[in-house]
């Protein structure tokens, strides 16, 4: 099975819970990691170190926290309102930082003038110049893109070359070769994570399925409180509908199933971002590859931060896909 996990934020606890848990039930074929892995939380480089040390075939996308720390480093490569200052208080990447420099280099980074950065270790450096910047893949016919915000077609841009971005430095060329800013693109993406109808930003990239996360469930304007009461992720459907029709909770066991009364060719997007580091929850989706029309979440929930794994919960979705459709 495939397993995608959302936004971590330096949270480490919860990702090493997570990751024992869906082991002790599943077998795992992939991981998808969506980015935001640093920043907010205490720990970002021992999280770094956790999902390096997995050994499990790996796909590691950027965040937009990521492509800060990047342009932080990057100097080159920095767009025109990318602030330092703004980076490590308002985006606490200072935190960050902490937790990779000793307090000597920590005093030098707050100098406004200086450009003599101390570079990270060589290891992490490598892992976030290579992280990909959006992820394809078909799964049983079905198309999946992964990125860390939602995804979308920009005018003149196409998805299909969004996929061949796969480095930091391909992304910020890409960026000055179409004459755009990041902030349209699918690492900041935002514009689709809102819950309504009948409005022409919500709508379906052709046949694909975009599983991403950014937007924390809790904090989108609109979202139905069932999905925030029960920390679940936010599957963005291509139509107007009523929400007590579409989720309807089964509890077997440990397990609950959610069933929907759509077919994924009407769903454009699954938001997994549960708000771990604001306390709620940090969630995995799991990709049956033999069976894409039913879900599998894994959870590790917290009353306060960094609470132990008494709170794992699992639970299915499943797409009552009528006849013929996929």
């Not at 990779?100 to 892992?127: D, G, P």
């Not at 514009?191 to 950014?214: L, M, N, P, Q, W």
Request: hydrophobic share 35%; net charge negative.
């Amino acid at each position: 099975m495939i397993f995608v996990i959302g936004d971590i934020h330096g949270m480490l606890d919860p990702i090493k819970n997570l990751i024992q848990a869906i082991e002790a039930k599943h077998k795992i074929d992939k991981l998808i990691f969506l980015g935001d892995y640093i920043d907010y939380g205490p720990s970002s480089k021992e999280v770094i170190d956790y999902i390096i040390s997995l050994k499990y075939d790996k796909i590691f996308l950027a965040g937009n926290h990521e492509d800060l720390l990047l342009q932080f480093y990057n100097k080159e490569y920095r767009e025109s309102n990318f602030s330092k200052s703004k980076w490590l208080s308002d985006y606490e990447g200072n935190k960050t930082l902490r937790s990779f420099l000793t307090a000597e280099y920590m005093n030098k980074i707050y100098i406004e003038n200086n450009e003599e950065y101390v570079k990270l270790e060589c290891r992490y450096t490598q892992f976030f110049d290579n992280l990909n910047y959006i992820y394809y893949k078909s799964i049983n016919n079905q198309k999946f893109i992964f990125s860390h915000g939602n995804a979308k077609d920009i005018k003149r841009i196409s998805i299909e070359k969004m996929l061949k971005i796969d480095t930091f430095e391909k992304f910020h060329n890409f960026l000055e070769q179409e004459d755009i800013i990041s902030a349209v693109m699918p690492i900041w993406n935002r514009a689709d994570c809102v819950y309504r109808s009948k409005e022409d930003e919500f709508k379906k990239i052709k046949d694909y399925i975009v599983i991403h996360g950014h937007t924390p469930v809790i904090t989108i304007k609109g979202v139905p409180e069932v999905i925030k009461k029960d920390k679940l992720p936010y599957i963005e459907i291509q139509e107007d509908y009523e929400i007590e029709e579409v989720f309807v909770a089964e509890y077997i066991g440990e397990e609950s199933i959610y069933k929907h009364n759509v077919s994924s060719s009407k769903i454009y997007g699954i938001n997994i971002d549960t708000g771990v580091v604001f306390g709620e929850a940090l969630t995995a989706l799991g990709i049956d590859e033999d069976n894409t029309l039913e879900y599998r979440i894994v959870q590790v929930r917290l009353d306060k931060i960094n609470k132990s794994n008494r709170n794992i919960r699992y639970s299915k979705y499943i797409l009552e896909a009528p006849q013929g459709c996929k």
